[in-house]
């Protein structure tokens, strides 16, 4: 039989947690506030087109300066062809003025992709993930505060907002652009993250309806992510398989999104353990007295 | 057992109804898009001078730098009312390379840039015309009558011949002058009704029309006869619409995207199958074939709500082999836990499933909250991503509480095992 079944004191070492937390998510906020966020047309108007050529980019360069977008496009080589097509390179040409792709001439391009997007559909894609994301937020806060108490509903979030800053952070760092998908993914992790956090929750709540817990909350804590922490890694390992399989089989348009979740997946994983119960723990401790005690014992 | 009967109805749907792969990203056309609209012929059948013309376009196709057109076009005569008419004919295999060839003249040279160049079947009007040629007639670019000029058009039957129907149409004012011109003007000639770059009925001016109020006859079936006057109508709508997205997908990335999806899906799967049953054994086996079924489920219903799967959709994909994956890992975790302390096989089972209950419900209702918001105020392929997510969590918690539990009901009651294979 495999079995994990360890006794680690996780909050020890939470301290060491806390510095790589904080560091991260501070170069996160530098960097969004120096570098900003790499937008894509869904979120900024504007026509996109991928193409497969032989020609090389000073070329096609050349070309694009004959028409109207020559002051204002990015060009970018996305992917290499091994097979499948007369054609070497796929180029991912995008520009915030609508263009026609028959005006590009001069070279011989196959057309993979075009997509035109307006101001009006693009405001409208970015109210709406902004908005969502925010309700969600609020609406989880409510759902942990009755199921649980407040203090795991302010944990849950701050892990929440933890993992998607760092995550936005690798791509604000990086320049990866944001697109649609990418929010989907943004919102997987959420989703995935706070799946994690809330069956840790869950652990420390009935050890307590038991009366199966050491008196000091730390240690109740602690017990309940060891309780836990098999199953935490399980089930990390077999969504990052499929991940990881879909990064390695997929073309350049699935690359940065499932790398966005791969990223997301390992926060995730860690911020259950350290940020979500520590935050819960440290509230607890603090301002304990404020909610006097857990009352699940009420409860049923 | 009812379980098996519910789990099998699935299954069957899941066959019976196809399932939508990425179709939104699949094909397209990078044409450029046409009006509907009535156009005025300028060079073409009815025309009285056609044949001058098609002399005269033949003689302009022969410059030195379009030769290669000229040798495409062949030219065939046509007796009309005792007169005999050049015609332009181009021949199958080299019809594609003279539409090309004539787009670049119009964009490069700048010749017939207020002009159409519309390719009519040769063989319905001359008989001695060679299989499959076509001939050309050239319309002016701007239509007489546009979609929005059209206020009615319905089918009915020919008073005369019961066998054959006839579709009406009526215009607005505006239409219904310009109309009385330009029939008055051009008796006898035609008028193709072109909609995204194609004809889609071409008919013969017969006389003035001056109330806006006139029909196109002679369609022997009345599928024929609906399906113009259903583009006629809504037609009109084309004007009102300002492009606001799209998004073109060749057919062979589109190809390449669903391959991709299937390999890196069946890939991921069986790693998963083959890691759940190193650690967990049997019991990992059983969690690999509710998972399976759970695909099958989340395909079923996806079908039948008519989701397209798009990149955002395999994420809730994903997402929901994790869960599903994760509601037993939950339920087994614990089994192992009740063992370790002492419990007999069977109550372990029974504890484990307990005791993992409530973890998975919190779990999973948190998370179909956030599917529920994304539903309601999120747009495009973020409500998607919000269906697709939803019914994995749904199906998650049927297939690993239930179905999982059924499995082992039936595998260990029979025949009390003293050791869980977990």
Known sequence: MISINPNINFLDKNKYALILSITLMLVSIISLSILGLNL??????????????????NQIRLSINETQIKDNYTIKKVENIDDRSNYKNVFSLTSKVDFNSDDIKGFEYNILLSEGISKSVSDNLKNDAIWSMCIAIVLILIYVSIRFNPFFAIGSILALVHDILITIGVFSLFQLEINLPIIAAFLTILGYSLNDTIVVYDRIRENIKLKNYPDDISELTNKA??????????????????????FFVGNYLIKLFTLALIIGVLIGTYSSIFVASYCVNFLQNRFGHVLKKFNFEEEE | MSRSYIALFFTCLTFSNPFYFMEDILYGTNDPKKDFGIYEIAIGPGTHDFGNWHLQVAELFRKSTWS?????????SLSVADQELPLLIIEDNKFEYFKNEVKKIKRIDGYFIDHDFLYLDASNYIDSAPENSKFIAIIYSEPIITGDMIDQAYVSSDEKINTSYRVNLEMNDVGSDKWKTFTGNNINKFAPIIMDNEIISIPRINSE??????????FANIKEANYLATQLKFGKFNLALKKVYDKTIDASLGNQMITLGIYAFIIGISLVVV????????????????????ILFMSSILSMLGATLTLPGIAGFILTVGIAVDANVIIFERIKEEVRSGMPPLSAIESGYDRAFISIIDANVTTLLTAIILYFFG???????????????????FTAIYITRTIFNTVYYSKVPKKLSI
């Open chain 1, 40 to 57: 894509g047309i869904d979120f900024t108007k504007g026509t996109r087109l991928d193409f497969e050529t032989n020609s090389n980019i």
């Open chain 1, 225 to 246: 992510i060891n309780q836990t922490i098999s199953r935490t890694i399980l089930t990390s390992l077999t969504t990052l398989i499929v991940l990881t399989v879909l």
């Open chain 2, 68 to 76: 290669t057109l000229s040798d495409s076009l062949s030219i065939i």
């Open chain 2, 209 to 218: 029309i001056p109330n806006g109020e006139c029909y196109i006859d002679g």
């Open chain 2, 275 to 294: 890691f759940m049953a190193i650690y967990y054994k049997t019991s990992g086996l059983i969690a690999s074939s509710s998972l399976i079924l759970n």
């Open chain 2, 379 to 397: 747009s495009g392929p973020i409500k998607g991503f919000a269906i697709t997510l939803s019914a994995g969590i749904v199906c998650s918690m």
